[in-house]
């Protein structure tokens, strides 16, 4: 038994951080679709799955894994390290099924170019609901997404923080 890697990711930031922290550790990683065919194998997860406006990518395959297994869930996405409509969010999304998960959240990067238009609508709309400030870092990482930047918050160092807890 041990610890599988995991990830579900849309534009690459979850894989990439996943391929980092198991290179780091000497683990297993593997795509959230090939799952199932390895999930008997390992007693524990570390799932890294890209967050798109608080819902995580490949949760419905996670769903699938025994419920004794151990999973450390490491949400990527744009929101701040302490937003808490994203915690509350994923909680009751897994929670209720994985009565110890743990989780982490990790910020990722965003390219305005590769967003379907729906996701360049809902970026917009966020932008608009956010902070007035401009001093606040939410507002002004919506801010150039609206503005055909990319946003780039990844931040390899994190790592090391979930690394220190398996």
């Known amino acids: 038994m041990g610890t599988l890697v995991v ?11 996943a391929e980092h922290f198991a290179k780091k550790g000497g683990l297993e990683v593997i795509d959230y679709k090939q799952l199932k065919k ?5 007693d524990s997860l570390v799932f890294f799955g890209g967050v798109y406006f608080n819902k ?3 949760v419905k395959e996670l769903l699938k894994v025994p419920k004794e297994t151990a999973i450390t869930f490491v949400s990527v996405g744009i929101s701040g390290y302490d937003d808490i409509s994203l915690k509350r969010s994923l909680k009751s999304q897994l929670n209720g099924y994985f009565p110890n998960i743990q ?3 990790l910020r ?4 305005k170019k590769q967003l379907t238009s729906i996701e360049r609508l809902i970026v917009h709309l966020v932008a ?8 606040d870092p939410a507002h002004t990482d919506f801010e150039k997404i609206f503005h055909n930047e990319t946003v780039d918050l990844r931040d390899m160092g994190k790592l090391d923080f979930v690394q220190s807890l398996q």
């Open 128 to 135: 608009r609901s956010k902070s007035k400030d401009p001093n």
């Open 103 to 105: 989780f982490y959240h």
């Open 108 to 111: 990722g990067m965003v390219d």
């Open 56 to 58: 995580a990518t490949g």
């Open 38 to 42: 390895h999930v008997e194998d390992y």
């Open 7 to 17: 990830y579900a990711s849309k534009h690459g930031t979850s894989k990439l951080y």
